[in-house]
């Protein structure tokens, strides 16, 4: 009892009830945490029962969430005409029985983005998300627009960009996304959006470099490079090099570069170990897609972590990423047989 005292909580009867100083909240995706205004922290344990919860349901006929200039989330009462911090749902809150991941790995293969993003709030942060449209692009756009950041989708078609866009705004209106143009088999293209995301004046905290070309057939960009060593590593290379002032300028900011486990397969170097140019952008007689694959993404970490080395004093830290194996994404449909082993492999590994 004395320690129940001394923590202030020996005036409540009930273990659902609060404390003296403490206030129930919730999160923008409707996870409830507890406010504690005498010593200014939180936490998501109820203070008293040490239970997590999430508010059930949608809300009430005529109420609205909004976010006021501080991040906070308040609810409006259209038919009373009233603004509220307490979310109505409160009263039908429902008890989170997941299991608490070990503290020595918090996230694993199971986890998803919503599951990592909860509780963040990302309004006011810029992010650009190259090959947007669908698959792990898709996917990370529509989660970061959802915990608020400003989402723009760089998009080799811009049909199929307002398209997302689209599907983005349909889980949430007041999401702030917007497609932009970005061929990264294009060199001016790199150019056009670089200077066209300048003319904005908005700041970028995050460019996450995700698009990629797998087990294309040999073929050569109007820059006259193999293709796939220029979608999936120059043209990014290009990318983060024309907006690494306004990186450094909106600091703490980060680049993630979307690479693959596939880069242990292969190497760059010749017989004597000096690195052999010619490997990067072979011939067609020399091309193997899967060893250009390979080799993009081994060019893909070099670049990360050189990049990281020379950035991060700036404020600007860089990683490079494996997404997962055979993730069922549209990354495969250059050729018949690899969309074959991708289905068979889809039962067994992670979804989007």
Not at 9 to 22: N, R
Not at 45 to 67: F, I
Not at 98 to 110: F, M
Not at 247 to 254: D, W
Request: aromatic content about 10%; proline content about 4%.
């Amino acid at each position: 009892m004395a320690a129940l005292k001394y923590a202030g909580l020996e005036d409540t009867d009930s273990d659902e009830e609060l404390p003296p100083g403490w206030e129930e909240r919730t999160t923008k995706d409707g996870w409830v945490y507890y406010a504690n205004h005498l010593e200014e922290k939180t936490q998501w344990e109820h203070p008293k029962s040490g239970k997590r919860k999430r508010v059930a349901g949608d809300l009430p006929y005529g109420w609205e969430q909004e976010t006021d200039e501080n991040g906070q989330v308040y609810f409006v009462d259209h038919i009373n005409k009233r603004t509220t911090y307490l979310d109505p749902r409160l009263a039908f809150t429902v008890e989170d029985n997941s299991v608490k991941p070990p503290t020595r790995q918090k996230y694993d293969g199971n986890s998803t983005a919503m599951e990592i993003l909860q509780g963040r709030d990302l309004s006011g942060k810029v992010v650009i998300i190259t090959g947007a449209n669908s698959g792990i692009g898709f996917e990370t756009a529509k989660s970061l627009a959802l915990h608020g950041a400003c989402v723009i989708l760089a998009c080799r078609s811009l049909a199929r960009g307002n398209a997302a866009v689209q599907r983005i705004l349909g889980e949430w209106h007041k999401a702030k996304v917007e497609a932009m143009t970005l061929d990264l088999a294009s060199l001016q293209s790199v150019q056009h959006f670089a200077e066209a995301f300048k003319s904005k004046n908005l700041p970028l905290h995050v460019l996450i470099c995700n698009a990629a070309v797998f087990g294309a057939p040999w073929s050569l960009t109007e820059d006259g490079l193999e293709s796939t060593f220029q979608v999936n590593h120059l043209g990014h290379f290009y990318l983060v090099q024309l907006l690494e002032d306004v990186l450094r300028q909106s600091s703490p900011a980060r680049v993630v570069v979307v690479s693959s486990e596939s880069h242990r397969f292969t190497e760059i170097n010749d017989s004597s170990g000096k690195l052999d140019f010619s490997l990067l952008s072979p011939s067609k007689k020399e091309y193997w897609a899967m060893l250009a694959y390979n080799r993009s993404k081994l060019c893909n970490i070099l670049f990360s972590n050189e990049l990281n080395r020379r950035l991060s004093p700036h404020g600007v830290t860089s990683n490079s990423v494996h997404p997962g194996n055979m993730i069922y994404s549209s990354i495969h449909r250059s050729w018949w047989l690899y969309t074959l082993l991708f289905t068979l492999a889809r039962p067994f590994t992670k979804s989007l």
